[in-house]
């Protein structure tokens, strides 16, 4: 399960550089410092099976097993020695068990070889600076909140770190949102060892530190109401909710988890992160208001804002045919609001001879009468669909008529002509034709182009003899 917010925008003249700088530091670790995992691994692991290691604790581990984890006797028996060498190489506990019997036994060059092998294998990322429930250290604590497993594991958490931080910063400021994450990630780590203590597996990830910002986000946020995306298993959507009420949906899905998902996630660091970065913020806002919260989109207040709304979302998904069905549908509802109308010529564009797109620039001729309609507007529509479709059926000579009064209107001489020019070619017989060809000889006349007034008036005089 995924839920993110899906409404906010941010604030690009004020950018969250702190954000920044903490995904930048995590991509720097990944890349300059694990990126020599590998190596290190190599050099453990050729040092192990050159030394005699392996001839002498086979039969040890066996021990341990019956010992501590008899559970694990049928995994020895179905992966053999594949599960034997691969707890050999990096059981931590089971190192911690050897070291006082091979001391007590005076095996010293086995417990030479044993310790060197031990430092080799602790020089990689996760066991240097990784949290190990069972030795917890200060360098642990920290470390682990800027370590990754994997690009996958680096990116999920980097880009939930961004979808979040960038409103949390601005609301807190750079110092107080780093030092809360921060924050978060010990209260994350905290849980995680109390939890599971004892557990020899080190934790590794900003997840912990992450979630804790988004903590923070639902405390900022409250019970004002937010756009939020989900998905459920192979279903996807989106709701409208309080941003309080994501958080025990998040805490919910963590618990859940625990008990359900996989054994590799560390869900109680997730649970410990979200909750301390919710009460930790509480705290803050209460004696300090935020420097300043996010713009929220208010919700569409006309029925006309709500269709464009819904109409903007389904394109926003990629549902484009229902996007151009549901803006065809908004316009025969409300055949005068032109972002409606703007937006089915939009969406009907990729299909220009087809009966939606015609009837879209229908709508927008039709408002050719409506003085709060900028006549710029008309002219481009009109120019755009002229280029766009070879049979405009849209310009009906009832259509024209409007247009070119409206031209008349605006002294806009030249669409007018070109519209009674093309009055004139369907043969329209009307009385208002007439009194824009003698408006169009006028204009002419008055400003010295007889040649152009001579032209019009003799299209007049054709069509009374006709």
Known sequence: MLII??????DWRRPPLMCFVLIALNLLVF??????????????????FSSDLLALEEQRFLIYVNELHPEWRLQVD???????????LTNREFHRWLLPQLRAEGEMLWLQQRQRYGELRDRLSSFAYGLT???PTVSGLFGHMFLHGSWDHLIGNMVFLLLFGLSVELALGGLWFAGLYLLGGLAAAGLH?????????????????????????????????????????????????????VLPLWLGKEIFGYYYGDAGIAYWAHTGGLVAGFIATLVLISRRPPVETMPVEAEPSSPQQRALARIERLREEGKLLEAGDAAGAAIRQYPRSLPLIESAIELTAAAPDSESHHRANLALF???????????????????????????????????????????????WNWLEELWRRLHRQRVEHTVLRKLGMVLVNHYRGIGEERRAREVMQLLQEAEMA
């Open 78 to 88: 179905t992966q053999g020695q594949e599960f034997v060498y691969r707890e050999l």
């Open 366 to 412: 039709a408002l050719a009468d409506d003085p709060d309609v900028n006549g710029r507007t008309l002219v481009t529509g009109y120019r755009r669909y002229l280029q766009t479709t070879e049979k405009p059926r849209a310009l009906t000579a009832k259509v024209c008529l409007l247009l070119a009064r409206r031209a008349a209107r605006d002294k806009n």
């Open 5 to 10: 917010p899906i409404q906010n925008r941010p």
């Open 133 to 135: 429930p069972a030795e």
């Open 193 to 245: 060892v109390a939890v599971e203590a004892g557990s020899p597996m080190p934790m590794v990830g900003a997840s912990g530190a992450v979630s804790a910002i988004m903590g923070m986000f639902v405390a900022i946020y409250g019970v004002r109401r937010l756009r939020f995306f989900y998905t459920v298993g192979f279903m996807f959507g989106e709701f409208t909710a309080p941003a309080l009420l």
């Open 31 to 48: 890349v300059l410092y694990q990126g020599r995992d590998e190596a290190r691994w190599q050099e453990a692991e050729k040092y192990y």
